[in-house]
Structures are given as structure tokens and as C-alpha cells.
């Protein structure tokens, strides 16, 4: 099997540096140009199935790379980004100055923090890896499309490389990018990670 990972475009928070989360916060015109390069350049490849987290940024741009292949695409709900708790909707540099705390639990042992009002980043880790699961117990040798967010796909690509989520930060993925695993069994191999060539064309 081979995954394709797509983090969706960027948004007005992405550009701005709210904490976004579960906020349900659609694409910028950016993002969606974003959205349909990275559409674009999936327009070859061969693809079974695109599956999307249930939040409209990833749907989104689910809905630009689908329209090139006429699937209909699976949303799922355990898909989505980190429920941030009481971080939704903050500065970043808010959250720097209130919550340093929590932000230095955060740096040094990303494993045993549970967000206040949210989620941990294991358990977005088990929610996402169950997923992966559940799709690939259900497909053959078919080629997917998964379109999800930062922390979702960071923490997946933590397990599939065999790291623990204190390395999260190595697996940090930009807005509209492409992270590619080849899915052999219980093996996975990172074909290419956080690509971004699409987004920046060479100059003719």
C-alpha cells in the first residue's frame, strides 16, 4: 500500500498564529491556491482512495485532489487535528506568555501531556493509527490519499519511523504538503517527507 499524506492548505489562523485545533477555520485564498497546486501535482499518480479528516481546511483540499480522479472521498472524523482545549482560538505568543508552563511540559516530555480541556498527543497518535489501521485491514495493495493535519501526521510519521513523540518537532509538516510511506505489512518506509516542490514551480 502506498499513503499519501497531505497536510490541507493554509488558513487566516495558520497566517496570523492562532492556536486552530478542532476550530473548524476554512481555507485562505492562499490555502486554496495551495490546495489546488498540491491537486495538481497528484494528478497522475494512481490513487484508490482519498480519505479526510471532517474539518472543511482538510476537506477542502480533499475536494481539489479528488476532482482530478472522480473518487468520492471518506470523511472521518478521527482524522481530525488535536483538540486543543483551552489553547483554541489564542496567539501563540499569548500562549508563550500565559501558559509557559504547560509549553515547557510540552518541550521536555511531549508523551505524558494532556492538554487543558484537550486532547494528549498520545491519544491523537492511538486515534490516528487506528485509522490507518482500520483502512489499510479493508484494502488490498490500493494506493490512498489522507488528507489531516500537523499533528496528526506528525505523530503518525513519530510511529511509522519507530521514534517517540519526543521527536515530534523532527516531523513537523508544512501547510499543503506531501509526506509519502510505502506500507509493506507491518512495515513502513518514508518514501519522501513534507514535500513542498509543488507549491514553489522552477522558473522556466
Not at 109 to 119: A, I
Given at each position: 500500500?502506498?499513503?499519501?499524506?497531505?497536510?490541507?492548505?493554509?488558513?487566516?489562523?495558520?497566517?496570523?498564529?492562532?492556536?486552530?485545533?478542532?476550530?473548524?477555520?476554512?481555507?485562505?485564498?492562499?490555502?486554496?491556491?495551495?490546495?489546488?497546486?498540491?491537486?495538481?501535482?497528484?494528478?497522475?499518480?494512481?490513487?484508490?482512495?482519498?480519505?479526510?479528516?471532517?474539518?472543511?481546511?482538510?476537506?477542502?483540499?480533499?475536494?481539489?485532489?479528488?476532482?482530478?480522479?472522480?473518487?468520492?472521498?471518506?470523511?472521518?472524523?478521527?482524522?481530525?487535528?488535536?483538540?486543543?482545549?483551552?489553547?483554541?482560538?489564542?496567539?501563540?505568543?499569548?500562549?508563550?506568555?500565559?501558559?509557559?508552563?504547560?509549553?515547557?511540559?510540552w518541550r521536555k516530555d511531549p508523551e505524558t501531556?494532556?492538554?487543558?480541556?484537550?486532547?494528549?498527543?498520545?491519544?491523537?497518535?492511538?486515534?490516528?493509527?487506528?485509522?490507518?489501521?482500520?483502512?489499510?485491514?479493508?484494502?488490498?495493495?490500493?494506493?490512498?490519499?489522507?488528507?489531516?493535519?500537523?499533528?496528526?501526521?506528525?505523530?503518525?510519521?513519530?510511529?511509522?519511523?519507530?521514534?517517540?513523540?519526543?521527536?515530534?518537532?523532527?516531523?513537523?509538516?508544512?501547510?499543503?504538503?506531501?509526506?509519502?510511506?510505502?506500507?509493506?505489512?507491518?512495515?513502513?518506509?518514508?518514501?519522501?517527507?513534507?514535500?513542498?516542490?509543488?507549491?514553489?514551480?522552477?522558473?522556466?
Amino acid at each position: 500500500m502506498r499513503l499519501i499524506l497531505v497536510r490541507h492548505g493554509k488558513t487566516d489562523w495558520n497566517e496570523t498564529g492562532r492556536c486552530q485545533g478542532i476550530s473548524d477555520v476554512p481555507l485562505n485564498p492562499t490555502g486554496i491556491e495551495q490546495a489546488e497546486k498540491v491537486a495538481f501535482s497528484l494528478k497522475d499518480e494512481s490513487i484508490d482512495r482519498i480519505y479526510s479528516s471532517d474539518l472543511v481546511r482538510a476537506k477542502t483540499t480533499a475536494e481539489k485532489i479528488a476532482a482530478y480522479h472522480s473518487i468520492e472521498i471518506d470523511i472521518r472524523d478521527d482524522l481530525r487535528e488535536m483538540d486543543q482545549g483551552i489553547f483554541e482560538g489564542l496567539d501563540f505568543s499569548y500562549i508563550r506568555e500565559k501558559y509557559s508552563d504547560v509549553l515547557e511540559h510540552w518541550r521536555k516530555d511531549p508523551e505524558t501531556l494532556q492538554l487543558p480541556g484537550g486532547e494528549s498527543l498520545k491519544g491523537v497518535q492511538q486515534r490516528a493509527l487506528d485509522a490507518i489501521a482500520e483502512i489499510k485491514s479493508r484494502l488490498g495493495s490500493e494506493n490512498i490519499v489522507v488528507v489531516s493535519h500537523n499533528m496528526v501526521i506528525g505523530t503518525l510519521l513519530c510511529s511509522f519511523t519507530g521514534n517517540s513523540l519526543k521527536k515530534l518537532r523532527d516531523y513537523i509538516v508544512n501547510e499543503a504538503s506531501k509526506s509519502v510511506v510505502e506500507i509493506y505489512d507491518d512495515r513502513f518506509v518514508i518514501i519522501s517527507f513534507n514535500d513542498i516542490d509543488h507549491l514553489h514551480p522552477p522558473v522556466e
